[in-house]
Structure formats: C-alpha cells, structure tokens
C-alpha cells in the first residue's frame, strides 16, 4: 500500500507543478533498471551492457 501512496503522490505532484515532461523520463528509468536486473544472469547481458 505505501508503493501506491508513493506514486498517488508523484502524481499529484505533476499536476499541481504541472511537470509532465518529466514522466517519460521517469518511466525511462524505471524500464532500463527493471532490463537490467531481470536479465543479469542471463546470456543477453553482455549484449544490453554494450549499449550503455
């Protein structure tokens, strides 16, 4: 529940600060790591660590 309150939070933020732009950046983000550790142990990790 407190990951939820976390991100109702980031929302109203965004819209009271009206800073939208940052959203795509965030889920940018969030989609590298989450790439990163779900493919650390496998075969493709050389592979995505190139391209950083």
Do not use: D, R
């Not at 929302?11 to 940018?28: A, D, G, M, R, T």
């Not at 790591?33 to 592979?47: C, D, N, Q, R, Y």
Request: charged share 15%; proline share 4%.
């Amino acid at each position: 529940m407190a990951k939820l309150k976390i991100l109702a939070e980031y929302v109203s933020f965004l819209k009271e600060n009206k800073k939208w732009w940052i959203f795509p950046i965030v889920i940018v983000l969030v989609l590298f790591g989450l790439l990163i550790v779900l493919t650390k142990g496998s075969a493709l990790a050389p592979f995505i660590y190139t391209i950083f």
